[in-house]
């Protein structure tokens, strides 16, 4: 499942919706991403996200296509927001679901490595007196 | 078409979409002639290679063909998670 | 942070506990392992969970400490139940709690791999008709 | 000394722990002979080398000196996570 969203989410609630469907789930990777108070030695105040939302999903549907090819999955979440977001706010959630180890944490990773690389999203980070546009490394 | 700009560079372009219709632009190299001599100060930007092309929410390289209802983006890299 | 309870746990809680006592997070990454319906193409009823709990703690706080000298972290996390679990059932959460991505990956999947090895907890797995005490395959 | 037992040694000895107090343990290698023969059954566990000693919390493999407030637990391979 994929959301585009700007509301926050509740972790336990959106990874338990997916899990009480199949019982052979045996392993959950997540990955939670927060606004740091902090970036390049600098103080961030907050930080508007901006998206591509059609093209967003396009592209992460096929970041879990590929990643269930690769791996042996029971079922995949992509949450991101966008909008305006505060320090310590979550920025992203990418959960894992499969019945052993391996799958869920190298899927994870995987799709977080993408998510990074293609999903079109921009962060603009507001610093006590200017804001900036970043880009990912890798 | 529809042209869709993003991030600094929808700060640029001063603006977040467009409709353009001309029977002269017809791939995505006429496309980037039009925009440079409309926005000059993409100039600097399309030298440096850093800006990333997207025809109907795919990620284009190549020069494609272009059609009327299609919906091209121009956008700088790209940083979420 | 180490708890060894027999109560389930609620991952969006137990993260964002420790979560908001650092705005310097910006990643974590966490594993949470559930009871499955099938083991070795056997149908699982229930398990009951047995832990040596002193020892427990101390070979998870050397784990934890390990993982520190490893990578760069600014907390960590790890509850294991015990007693009897039913099918879907949390069993542990482990999760690392880092300024950056690779650090909490790493780190997750290095303490979940040394808590299989040398944690000293031990799955009695119940089958319809007899059961059987597991052992971690690494 | 407390010796403790768990999972399936622990349905073994029929006994989840137990104190000991003789002059003949002095370490862990007299401590097995005395388990051997307080326990016979455990003789083919202890050949297979898949039993894990720990003394007060942390894992043993060579022969260690034991004394009398010392905690040892015998257990099989573990299974938690």
């Known amino acids: ?138 | 078409m529809k042209i869709k700009y993003f991030a600094w560079i929808r700060e640029l372009t001063k603006n977040d979409e467009e409709y353009i219709d001309s029977n002269e632009i017809q791939n995505l190299n006429n496309l980037k002639v039009f925009l440079l001599t409309k926005y000059p100060n993409l100039q600097k930007h399309f030298d440096q290679e850093i800006l990333r092309f997207a025809v109907n929410q795919e990620y284009v390289v190549e020069n494609v063909n272009l059609k009327k209802d299609d919906e091209i983006a121009l956008f700088p890299p790209v940083s979420g998670g």
Chains 1, 3 share one sequence.
């Open chain 1, 1 to 138: 499942m994929i959301k585009i969203q700007k509301e926050d989410f509740n972790v336990e609630k959106e990874i338990s919706s997916i899990k009480k469907l199949y019982s052979s789930i045996g392993a959950v990777t997540s990955f939670t991403g927060y606004v740091r108070d902090n970036n390049n030695n600098t103080n961030v105040q907050s930080i508007n996200l901006e998206v591509y939302e059609e093209m967003a999903y396009q592209q992460l549907e096929k970041i879990i296509k590929k990643a269930n090819i690769k791996w042996s999955l029971i079922d995949t979440l992509i949450i991101h927001r966008y909008g305006n977001l505060k320090v310590s706010d979550k920025i992203v959630l990418v959960a894992s679901f499969s019945s052993h180890r391996k799958d869920s944490f190298e899927s994870c990773n995987f799709i977080m490595d993408y998510l990074k690389k293609d999903a079109p999203f921009w962060k603009n980070e507001f610093y006590d007196k200017k804001n900036e546009w970043l880009i990912n490394t890798i």
